[in-house]
């Protein structure tokens, strides 16, 4: 199910079409037009979702192909890696966690970031990012028990209620105390 809507940055009302606006998941649309109101410029964002159960599907390019079997090779996760085309392989992996982000076009200077949050370094700017395990042990090596559904809809919620509450709190870009 698409659940994708365009916030129009002129007036930050959501829109029904692409043209001259940028798309989000519907879930993480209040938090990316408090943002972007305050003049943080998002490039990227994904409300987390939950699909437990299901099988991912990535591509890898053939020149990376074995680096990536070192690196990866042996993970939980791997359900197999075939080859896909002249230039790429597919590796399909069961999904095991969904993560809750928000990307930046600047290197922003938060003072503090919401709870179970962490920033890192994108190109010139930032990503704050809430993982959301599918599993109740979060070490890759024993993922046995699947949590349940309500459980993982619960955790995502919460990271998105925590962005959001913080996203409220923050000052605007141009106000005192906030660096680029």
């Known amino acids: 199910m ?5 916030i129009n940055l002129d007036n930050f009302d959501i829109s029904d079409c692409l043209p001259g ?12 037009i408090e943002l972007n109101k305050k003049g943080y410029k ?18 890898i390019q053939a020149k ?3 680096d990536w079997v070192e690196m990866f090779g042996d993970h ?12 790429h392989y597919v590796y399909l ?10 990307a930046f076009a600047d290197d922003y200077k938060f003072e503090n970031l919401p709870d179970g949050f962490k920033q890192s370094k994108i190109d010139n700017g930032i990503s704050l990012n809430c ?15 699947m949590k349940t559904q309500k459980q993982i809809d619960n955790e995502i919620n919460d990271a998105r209620a925590r962005l959001l509450a913080w996203a409220k709190e923050l000052k605007p870009v141009n106000e005192k105390g906030m660096k680029l």
């Open 21 to 32: 606006n940028i798309h989000c998941d519907g879930e993480i649309a209040d938090i990316i």
């Open 93 to 102: 992996s069961k999904e095991t966690i969904t993560t809750t982000y928000v």
């Open 76 to 87: 939980p996760s791997l359900v197999r890696v075939e080859k896909y085309d002249d230039t």
């Open 2 to 6: 698409d659940n994708t809507v365009y």
């Open 64 to 66: 990376d192909y074995d």
């Open 131 to 145: 993982r959301i395990y599918y599993y109740e042990d979060e070490e890759e090596e024993t993922w046995q028990k």
């Open 42 to 59: 998002t490039i990227a964002s994904c409300a987390g979702h939950n699909r437990s159960g299901s099988i991912g599907r990535y591509f």
